[in-house]
């Protein structure tokens, strides 16, 4: 299992990092730009955020990820909300995250308060944005599809610091569950399943907000990948023009499923869908790769892709892979 691991730890930054250049960008300025992005590709000296990064690295995305692992293995898989904030602050501090623009909207602001030693659950309860299902993807290597509820109940755990809502609190357990089912079942009609089969439980988790469902737009999102399953381009324009693949969890979660159960299993071609998408493109990125590079695991991937993120993030997910499958199926 650790090889399937290590697959959604590489491909969730491998999407990241495709996704990076023109993050945030609509998808028709990404064609006037690019045409179609076919490759990892330096930031964008005309975009604002992605303007910091080279060819290859990954974003805040899979860096609050990792961060959470840290602070999981301090406790020995035991979510400290605590803990989890003051390893994502220390993060950003050494990565002057505030000044240069690399935290969502609500992550910023719960996390200033957090510093400051106030409460920010007025903010974290109106949470819109997608912070959560963003850095979610390796809790769901933790957890087998049956063990839904424990599911979202970590997942809870592991948020709340930033996002307490029922929107996002559901959009991280559907990204953490289709990677359960993915990494379990190797099957793309049984991940949407699963998917689906938590919503409900999983709005009971946060404070109420008025949003659109995820799992309706899942679905309609399935929809698109059969009817234009040979025209990627087609199906990626509906899908953008359909919900706006914007930084906000109903547009981005189902766009990134969605991706996933299109080229499921397949992180190279999730990666270059997603980057190609328009909008939150890094998020989207992460979220879909880190599904599909559980399907066949990190030796389905290629090696190129892989030698680039180790190199340029200096980062080697063996460790991190080790942990998780140790506490697999045992974390309640």
């Known amino acids: 299992m650790k090889e399937k691991i290590l697959g959604v730890l590489y491909g969730m930054s ?5 996704g990076m250049p023109p993050e945030l960008w609509s998808r028709k300025r990404i064609i006037e730009k690019y045409g179609t992005i076919t490759d990892f590709l330096d930031g964008d000296p005309e975009n604002e955020i992605s303007y910091q990064y080279v060819r290859g690295n990954f974003t805040d995305d899979t860096s609050q990820a990792i961060t ?12 400290d909300s605590s803990s989890i904030a003051r390893h994502i602050l220390d993060w950003a501090k050494r990565e002057n995250a505030f000044e240069n623009n690399i935290l969502g909207p609500t992550s910023k602001i719960t996390l200033e308060l957090f510093e400051k030693g106030q409460d920010a659950k007025e903010y974290s309860d109106q949470a819109l944005s997608n912070g959560a299902a963003m850095r979610i993807p390796p809790i769901g290597t933790l ?4 063990q839904a509820r424990e599911l ?3 997942v809870r755990k592991i948020s709340t610091i930033t996002h307490s809502s029922d929107i996002t609190l559901t959009g ?3 990204v953490a569950m289709a990677v ?3 990494l379990e079942k190797e099957d793309r009609d049984q991940m949407i399943e699963d998917v689906l089969s938590i919503e409900d439980y999983a709005m009971t988790l946060g404070a109420s907000t008025v949003s659109a469902s995820i799992g309706t737009r899942v679905r309609y999102g399935v929809e698109l990948a059969h009817k234009y399953s040979d025209d990627r381009d087609r199906f990626l324009a509906e899908l953008y023009n359909m919900f706006g693949a914007g930084v906000n969890t109903v547009d981005s979660v189902p766009c990134a499923i969605a991706i996933a159960y299109y080229c499921f299993g397949d992180v190279h071609s999730t990666a270059l869908a997603c980057a190609n998408l328009g909008g939150d493109t890094d998020t989207i990125g992460a979220m879909a790769c880190a599904i ?6 990190v030796n389905d991937i290629p090696e190129e892709d892989i030698m680039l993120i180790r190199e340029v993030n200096q980062i080697d997910f063996s460790a991190y892979a080790e942990h998780l499958d140790k506490k697999r199926g045992i974390v309640l």
């Open 14 to 18: 491998i999407g990241d990092a495709m």
């Open 152 to 154: 979202c109940d970590y």
């Open 292 to 297: 599909s590079g559980g399907v066949h695991g």
């Open 143 to 146: 957890f087998l599809s049956s």
């Open 68 to 79: 959470i692992l840290d602070s999981l293995i301090e406790t020995d898989f035991v979510p």
């Open 180 to 182: 359960a089912s993915a």
């Open 172 to 174: 991280a357990c559907m």
